[in-house]
């Protein structure tokens, strides 16, 4: 299994921006996807999470009303819509995919397969 993650780029404060991961391998109905950030000297943080079915999405509190997840199963994508992106947003985002039985999934350990990060740089 393979995530490639694409979408990120320069942008201002305020400015929207969605990033997408695309899966390939194993059929994607199989993984509950997730995205991750890594900020300048900072650990890794959860950002969003989203089922199977799609019917499932918690978000990191610091994205709460911001940034959209979804998925798109007939392209095998993960998307995040990043609304009024703040300089605070400044990171690597990273996808992941987890074969595990909950439908939410926040911890990093629980992710089993990891794509290549896309650095989305906010100035302000």
């Known amino acids: 299994v393979q995530l490639q993650a694409s979408g990120g780029g320069l942008v201002q404060t305020g400015d929207s921006l969605r990033l997408s991961c695309g899966v390939f391998?194993?059929?994607?109905?199989?993984?509950?996807m997730g995205w991750f950030r890594q900020g300048p000297g900072k650990e890794r943080e959860f950002v969003a999470t989203?089922?199977?079915?799609?019917?499932?999405?918690l978000y990191a509190e610091s994205v709460k009303g911001r940034f959209t997840i979804s998925r798109d199963s007939a392209k095998n994508t993960v998307y995040l819509q990043m609304n009024n992106v703040k300089p605070e947003d400044t990171a690597v985002y990273s996808c992941?995919?987890?074969?595990?039985?909950?439908?939410?999934?926040?911890?990093?350990?629980?992710?089993?397969?990891w794509g290549r990060g896309t650095q989305v740089t906010v100035s302000s």
């Open positions: 992941a995919a987890s074969l595990g039985t909950l439908p939410i999934v926040v911890a990093e350990r629980e992710y089993d397969y």
């Open positions: 391998g194993r059929s994607f109905k199989y993984y509950n």
């Open positions: 989203i089922s199977r079915s799609g019917e499932n999405v």
